[in-house]
């Protein structure tokens, strides 16, 4: 079965401040996805990530990914409060076969304060 | 184009009522896939259909809950005898196919009373 850890799972920073938050997942895959929830809200596409080694950035995210450590980092960058959300990562199963359908992890809850 | 489309955005019921939601996908899209979120988790996977076809059904959380897409574009995801612990979100979301990325709709969020 694939599980997927995020952490930390609640995190509280300052406005200005760089941080990173840790995906890992436990079985063979190379096709990761962040995602963005803000509260009672469905959730919004941030980066797919489809190799080993692949790099995204958008503004002040920067997500990468390395299939062999199973391990997917999402960098923030000079925190803003509008960045304040709840961010999840899930990882597709599919890799030449395979059942379908996203394994997510808890969320990570960000906080941004001034 | 207008994404994929959730109804109702919230639906109120009481214990033991059935319930059915329904879901649009993007119209090119034919891989439909449906998820709960309960509070303070990430999505869980309920069930996929490619057109018309379920090809995943053994997560669906129990014999109460069962999904169609008769005609390969609408879906529909029916509870049946609902219990409190059913109250979630359950979300839509599509894409064109396996290794494309997903397009999630905005969910129906259940409340059991």
């Known amino acids: 079965e694939l599980k997927v850890e995020q952490n930390p799972l609640f995190l509280s920073m300052q406005e200005g401040k760089n941080y990173t938050i840790y995906c890992n997942y436990s079985t063979t895959s190379d096709r990761l996805y962040w995602y963005r929830q803000d509260p009672g809200k469905s959730l919004e596409s941030l980066f797919v990530?489809?190799?080993?080694?692949a790099v995204k950035q958008e503004g002040r995210l920067m997500a990468s990914l390395d299939t062999k450590a199973r391990l997917s980092t999402l960098h923030i960058t000079a925190a803003v409060h509008d960045l304040s959300a709840t961010y999840f990562c899930?990882?597709?199963?599919?890799?030449?076969?395979?059942?379908?359908?996203?394994?997510f992890g808890k969320g990570t809850h960000l906080i941004i304060q001034p | 184009d207008t994404g994929v489309s959730q109804d109702p955005r919230h639906k109120i019921t009481k214990r033991g009522q059935n319930v059915t939601f329904r879901c649009d996908p993007i119209?090119?899209?034919?891989?439909l896939y449906w998820y709960r979120q309960t509070l303070g988790q990430g999505p869980e996977f309920l069930t996929y259909f490619q057109n018309e076809a379920q090809l995943e059904k053994s997560r669906l959380l129990s014999d109460r809950f069962s999904a169609e897409r008769p005609k390969g574009s609408f879906s529909t995801l029916e509870i049946q005898r609902t219990e409190q612990g059913d109250s979630a979100m359950y979300l839509c979301?599509?894409?064109?196919?396996?290794?494309?990325?997903?397009?999630f709709g905005s969910g129906t969020r259940l409340t059991v009373v």
């Open positions: 990530l489809l190799s080993n080694g």
């Open positions: 899930a990882v597709d199963p599919y890799s030449g076969g395979g059942a379908d359908g996203l394994t």
């Open positions: 119209s090119e899209h034919n891989r």
């Open positions: 979301a599509s894409r064109a196919q396996q290794g494309r990325g997903y397009t």
